[in-house]
């Protein structure tokens, strides 16, 4: 399988700094999405927690990795992945 080159955009350094001071746990899971990510950013083994979401236009993140509680969105250009921004779930969400 072929490796991608994963790369931050500033808004999602910007969304990221702070779940980062907040959450000691969002290293590992960052890494976890990233090691996905570098192998398999389209989904085509159907075993990872990625979504091509609908209504969603190129470059405002169409893929969305789930890892945790925390949300990865990103866009796939060629064999580059954008992480375009992050966000925390929150335990009440759903609720």
């Known amino acids: 399988m072929t490796s991608f080159t994963v790369r931050t955009q ?13 959450h000691r746990d969002f290293d ?13 950013p389209h989904n085509l083994t159907r075993s990872h927690p990625i979504r091509k979401l609908s ?3 190129p470059g405002d993140g169409q893929y ?7 949300r990865f ?3 796939i ?4 992945v954008y992480l375009k921004a992050c966000s925390l779930r929150r335990e009440d969400t759903y609720r």
Request: hydrophobic share 30%; net charge positive; no cysteine.
């Open 28 to 40: 590992s899971y960052f890494r976890r999405a990233l090691e996905i990510l570098k192998e398999d």
């Open 10 to 22: 500033s808004h999602f350094e910007s969304l990221a700094r702070p779940l980062r001071k907040h």
């Open 73 to 75: 969105r990103y866009d």
């Open 64 to 70: 969305r990795i789930r890892a945790g509680r925390f």
């Open 77 to 80: 250009e060629g064999q580059t």
């Open 55 to 57: 209504d969603v236009k």
